[in-house]
């Protein structure tokens, strides 16, 4: 078995104006092959591991033999993390669901939500994600460095902003703050609130 990129349910353009036709064309096809490709080359020779899913790699980084446990976190962590994120954007949807009223009972409210996880994600320096996660039950707002997956920490990602310049800088240039700003009106928060209900399956 080899990994793949996952193709998309809607086209490049669908989320304009607030996500380019171009960035995500390059985002897709150029950035999430890439850590495929490189997770695929990294395992040709370990059978064993090329058959899981690349999420079980990942809650267990310590069972990847040392020689290709950086290419596993960075290019599988890449994969997971682009191939959650794709089905987690959608234009004009409403917050709502159980997933709100976690949110709101957590938080206070979907403003305070929002102050948070925007000030999380502008504070990652350098390449990251910020994620609303559930670990040890609870939502919780935290940031990853590079591709690392909150699933080797023992934390069950809901929600996900590529913090990485490829997500953003054609567009919005150095404004990174704008991007954000433009990250939440594309939140799929139909898909956000069934990664939340499976966690509690
Ligand atoms: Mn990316």
Redesign the pocket.
């Known amino acids: 078995m080899t990994y793949t990129l996952p193709e998309l349910s809607y086209p490049y353009n669908a989320l304009e104006p607030y996500f380019d036709e171009l960035t995500m064309k390059i ?1 897709h096809t150029k ?2 092959q890439t850590y495929v490709d490189k997770l695929n080359a990294a395992l040709e020779s370990h059978q064993n591991l090329k058959n899981k899913p690349v999420e079980e790699l990942l809650k267990n980084l310590n069972a990847i033999p040392e020689s290709i446990k950086t290419a596993v976190r960075n290019h599988g962590g ?1 994969h997971f ?2 191939s959650f ?1 794709w089905p987690m954007l959608k234009k004009n949807i409403e917050f709502k669901g159980e997933v709100s009223k976690a949110i709101i009972s957590t938080f206070g409210s979907y403003d305070k939500f929002k102050e948070e996880l925007k000030n999380v994600a502008l504070s990652r320096f350098g390449s990251g994600w910020a994620w609303l996660v559930i670990h040890n039950g609870k939502l919780e707002i935290y940031s990853t460095p590079n591709q690392d997956c909150p699933l080797s920490e023992g934390k069950i990602p809901i929600l996900g902003i ?1 913090m ?1 310049e ?2 953003w800088y054609l567009k919005h240039n150095a404004n990174k703050s704008a991007y954000v700003e433009d990250f939440f009106h594309v939140i799929n928060w139909e898909q956000v609130n069934e990664n939340f209900k499976q966690t509690k399956r």
């Open positions: 985002h950035h999430h890449g993390n682009h994120w590529d990485w490829h997500s």
